[in-house]
């Protein structure tokens, strides 16, 4: 079976089962309607898959895969599969950091944040402009890792998987969350990053690992998870698919 369906398959599935199980345990009561939310946040997913999945990514995957030549490749597979991961773990740690500094960048990113409430759509919800720089970024972290087609797939599938996790409204018992914290992103940790307090909302950039927050010094946490207010700013009552579209050309407001 061709890697890139097996890949697809296993995001659509993580996706209905998040949402079907954060339907019947979520942490806490959402704030918006749950229709309204997901029409947006799909809206936006078909926007990206149809325009820069398939014009700019698939192109440009392939491009960097052909390019892709590091002496990493003289490792054993797993070892040089892990060293992937990682690779391009740290760089999109670094990547999401940058999309909250740069001011530019942090106009298009503001569209993910203006989520009221988060659930596992949210892990949909990007400006496409945002996912075309994202793509251009992680092209250039798959030519210096040399990945292979297979060693892509497999990041991609652990990377959403993760941010589907960490994204999601589930409620998990409080020691669960703990143990996961010392290796992953649980969703409590991600949830203080969608703050709407700008000190709490610079924090957390990890998706698979916590391992850079802890290094980088930008790791939070918040005892009253359930609490925290997510949204952005004076950006708390933009609401429809053609205004999260036009988002990025606002006025910037913090």
């Keep these: 079976m061709d890697a890139s369906l097996v890949r697809s398959a296993l995001l ?38 149809t325009l820069v999945a398939t014009l700019v990514g698939n192109p440009l995957m392939a491009g960097s895969l052909s390019l892709a030549s590091s002496p990493l490749r003289s490792l054993p597979p797993f070892l040089h599969g892990l060293a992937v991961i990682l690779i391009l773990d740290l760089g999109h740690y670094f990547w999401h950091m940058a999309t909250h500094r740069v001011p530019v960048l942090w106009r298009l990113h503001r569209v993910h944040h203006c989520d009221l409430d988060m659930d596992v759509s949210t892990y949909l919800r990007f400006h496409p402009f945002e996912l075309a720089l994202g793509l251009l970024v992680k092209a250039g972290l798959v030519i210096i890792s040399g990945a292979t087609f297979l060693q892509l797939v497999a990041f991609e599938v652990i990377f959403n998987l993760s941010s589907q996790f960490h994204h999601s409204s589930l409620a998990l018992p409080e020691p669960v969350e703990k143990a996961l914290l010392s290796v992953i992103i649980p969703p409590c940790m991600h949830r203080v990053h969608h703050s709407v307090i700008i000190k709490e909302r610079n924090s957390n950039y990890g998706t698979i ?16 998870v359930p609490s925290i207010r997510m949204g952005v700013g004076a950006l ?12 990025p050309f606002r006025p910037p407001v913090l």
């Excluded at 942490?27 to 809206?43: A, D, G, I, K, T």
């Excluded at 690992?209 to 005892?223: A, I, K, N, Q, V």
């Design 236 to 247: 708390m009552n933009v609401r429809g698919p053609m205004e999260l579209l036009k988002l």
């Design 12 to 49: 659509v599935l993580g996706l209905v089962i998040f949402a079907t199980v954060e339907s019947f345990r979520p942490y806490r009561v959402p704030h918006e309607p749950r229709l309204s939310r997901w029409v947006e946040n799909l809206f936006l997913t078909a926007v990206n898959v």
């Design 209 to 224: 690992l916590s391992l850079w927050d802890r290094l980088f010094g930008t790791f939070r946490l918040r005892d009253d």
